[in-house]
């Protein structure tokens, strides 16, 4: 498993929320185009917080195999569900680590990541932040390069969620394709409200119908010298 550098497209408007930070982390897209996914696929009009269910959908395109698991003092406890049934085992399994049982940061590295793997990473909720962990480094959207554990400054915050991620070989050629067909989309309706915005200003000053409809660009082509 290869981890990516965090890319924000400076040509869009920044998106450096911890959500789409990760996904640019483990995908290897942009920052924009993981909200853009995100916004297409479940009608928001905007992302700044992210759910489980977002998140490991987008990062489903993409191949990565998701198991749900957690580890405390009382024993191991791994239950795979599929995506359509997370939403309802994830309210009730924080149903019972609210009680007290969730385990800071530090101490569920030492529980549960004791001999980090290669080919695996680990989604984190911690804080009601998204991290990733991957050979003994933690990512987010505050240290995209990894730190180790034990200098993060989530280190001591209570870890609600804990997904284990394996990536399969799959093409992306598709998800990409879809992307820049949103992209492009959106670009030609920029165009559109704008040609709209620049049309109805001209009738506020009171241009004739007749001038707006032949394509008048600029004052110039309004009022010729």
């Not at 529980?111 to 909720?125: F, G, M, S, T």
């Not at 998204?130 to 993060?152: C, F, Q, R």
């Not at 165009?191 to 709209?196: E, G, I, R, T, V």
Request: proline share 4%; with cysteine; net charge positive.
């Amino acid at each position: 498993m290869k981890l990516h550098s965090l890319y924000v497209d400076p040509s869009k408007h920044r998106q450096r929320y911890c959500g789409p930070s990760i996904i640019s982390i483990l995908c290897g897209i942009s920052t924009q185009d993981a909200a853009l996914l995100i916004r297409k696929k479940f009608k928001k009009q905007s992302v700044k917080g992210s759910s489980t269910e977002q998140v490991l959908y987008v990062l489903k395109l993409f191949g990565y195999k998701s198991q749900f698991s957690f580890e405390t003092k009382e024993g191991y406890w791994h239950v795979p569900r599929s995506l359509q049934e997370d939403v309802k085992w994830l309210r009730e399994s924080r149903k019972i680590f609210h009680r007290g049982n969730s385990p800071t940061l530090t101490k569920w590295f030492e529980w549960h990541r004791v001999k980090p793997k290669d080919n695996e990473a680990y989604l984190v909720i911690c804080g009601n932040h998204w991290m990733v962990e991957h050979k003994g480094l933690m990512y987010d959207n505050g240290e995209p390069n990894g730190i180790p554990v034990a200098e993060s400054k989530m280190k001591k915050c209570r870890v609600v969620l804990a997904v284990k991620l394996t990536q399969r070989d799959i093409d992306t050629s598709k998800v990409l394709a879809r992307i820049d067909r949103y992209n492009e989309s959106a670009k030609n309706r920029k165009k559109q409200l704008a040609k709209s915005r620049w049309l109805r200003s001209l009738a506020d000053i009171g241009v004739p119908d007749r001038k707006r409809r032949r394509g008048c660009s600029t004052y110039a082509d309004v009022f010729p010298l």
